[in-house]
């Protein structure tokens, strides 16, 4: 096996080898055998992450070095149910490819592909419906993963209720509710009530983007870049005077603020 780990086109069974090595109690690395499912979580969610970063800044460069950091979370997590007998990377990916068989009739299987987007989204989540009712999960909400973002994790709460009816008619009603949780926010006397009316406000906000077709998610990583890039811009700004931040106020940043924006639209 030392040839493989060394051969630089040894793709799928290399990356798998190498793996089991690092997990090798014989011989393996310290900080790799003493992680665990748990342990590792974090760094999955941190990887998908980072592709969506790469993916959003169209760095096609790095975009393969941080799919293939994912992919190794996949092997990581892989290997250590193999090492409990709970089950291997091939069956993972097994798994994968007959979900996408059972999801796809219209393409592996005899149903037509003459049917619109919008009717093959509700086959899709048909077939879903029917994968959750084998699973014993009975309610509209039941399976939806408590360790999303929590953003994404309403929108997809709000797409099962509204499957059942349960939604606002349209997004001018959502935006009249959004008003009625502000001014809950501004009436609350206390911080526990200000936490739970804020989470109110952020759930009717991902319901918003969700009538409004917007992915929360991305607008509000787009809205942190640009408030990067404006900052810098004032920071830049200041540089070329010989100061920083903390030596000007509210009042000039802001001037700069506007500055930033204007020079965006030049």
Request: hydrophobic content about 40%.
């Amino acid at each position: 096996m030392t040839d493989l780990i060394h051969d630089p086109k040894g793709g799928m069974p290399r990356l798998l080898e190498i793996m089991r090595r690092l997990r090798d109690p014989d011989g393996g690395c310290p900080w790799d055998l003493e992680q665990d499912f748990a342990s590792i979580a974090p760094y999955t969610i941190e990887e998908a992450y980072e592709v969506a970063d790469a993916i959003e800044r169209e760095a096609w460069d790095e975009l393969k070095g941080e799919l293939g950091d994912l992919l190794f979370q996949s092997v990581f997590h892989a290997q250590m149910a193999s090492e409990k007998g709970i089950f291997t990377f091939d069956e993972v990916a097994d798994t994968m490819s007959d979900k996408m068989v059972a999801r796809h009739p219209h393409v592996f299987g005899d149903e037509t592909r003459d049917k619109s987007a919008a009717q093959q989204t509700a086959d899709w989540e048909k077939i879903k419906a029917a994968e959750r009712a084998a699973k014993a999960q009975k309610g509209v909400l039941d399976g939806v993963a408590m360790g999303l973002p929590a953003l994404l994790r309403a929108v997809k709460l709000q797409n099962r209720a509204a499957r059942v009816g349960f939604d606002w008619p349209d997004s001018g009603d959502v935006m009249d509710k959004l008003h009625e949780e502000l001014d809950e926010i501004r009436q609350a006397t206390n911080k526990d009530e200000q936490f739970e009316e804020f989470g109110d406000m952020l759930f009717v906000v991902a319901n918003l983007a969700r009538h409004l077709d917007i992915d929360p998610e991305a607008a509000l990583r787009a809205a942190n870049t640009k408030f990067t890039r404006r900052f810098k811009y004032i920071e830049d700004a200041l540089a070329a005077q010989g100061r920083s931040p903390n030596d000007s106020d509210l009042t000039e940043m802001d001037r700069l603020w506007d500055a930033a924006k204007q020079a965006e639209k030049s």
